[in-house]
């Protein structure tokens, strides 16, 4: 898996270092929230795993590895492992032009920013929210492929963003969280807002129990999105 994650990257590395450049740029409108700087570093992932699928079918990788000694389940669980490579660097990328930012033009924002992201809270959540989506995305482009599960991933998301406030409405969610969801300091900074809400479980359940509950909900998340990928591309037609 690791040879046709290192195939992935010498096909796409100049296409990534442009998807990177986007990401520098459009930091700057970003500063003030720490949902931005959330947001860019999950879409610079997402935009990494987009031109490598664009690659793909531009040139016809897939039917090329059908006559190569490779099972599809392999190939599927490269693709998750290429994923989680490429979420590592995004989060290393981020605090490294984070820190660069800082160091030059001394933005206390940004180090609020940073700060939060950078603890155990904040990387717990970045965690969390990538394993989420990938479990959600790959799935979606097994089945419908790449241009259609695009467009139904995020009529999902915004299908998801519509039914939780509805829930509070509802009674359907803990009123506690209904309370901090429609609070005024929660749309302040929603992204402080969501670490603070992650270290309030964290201390309620201790650090050891918070980080075993978090590695065993991701894995759920991942080993049941991966099973069903797999299932879902060996009835493919390629």
């Known amino acids: 898996m690791l040879k046709l994650c290192r195939k992935d990257f ?3 590395r100049w296409w990534w270092m442009l998807a990177l450049a986007l990401f520098g740029l459009n930091w700057m409108f970003a500063l ?7 947001l860019l570093t999950i879409l610079l992932v997402g935009g990494c795993l987009a031109i490598t699928f664009y690659q793909d079918q531009l040139n016809k990788t897939e039917v090329l590895y059908a006559s190569l000694p490779l099972t599809r389940a392999a190939l599927v669980r490269g693709r998750y492992l290429l994923a989680g490579l490429l979420s590592l660097g995004a989060a290393a990328v981020s605090f490294v032009y984070g820190t660069f ?16 992201l950078a603890s155990v809270d904040g990387l717990v959540g970045y965690a969390l929210a990538l394993a989420f ?14 241009g259609k599960a695009v467009l139904a991933f995020f009529l999902c998301l915004l299908a998801l963003a519509v039914a939780v406030p509805g829930l ?15 609070s005024p300091g929660f749309l302040k900074d929603i992204g402080l807002r969501i670490i603070g ?15 075993a509950a978090a590695v065993g909900l991701a894995s759920i998340m991942i080993a049941v999105s991966v ?11 390629l």
């Open 10 to 12: 010498l096909a796409c």
């Open 32 to 38: 003030r929230q720490s949902l931005g700087i959330m």
């Open 101 to 116: 930012l800082m160091a030059v033009f001394g933005l206390s924002d940004l180090q609020v920013s940073l700060k939060a």
């Open 133 to 146: 989506l990938t479990s959600l995305y790959f799935p979606l482009h097994y089945r419908l492929g790449a």
């Open 168 to 182: 509070g409405e509802l009674g359907l969610m803990p009123a506690p969280l209904a309370r901090f969801v429609s």
């Open 197 to 211: 809400m992650t270290g309030q479980v964290s201390l309620a359940l201790g650090t050891p129990l918070f980080l």
């Open 227 to 237: 099973r069903l990928s797999i299932r879902l591309y060996q009835k493919a037609d």
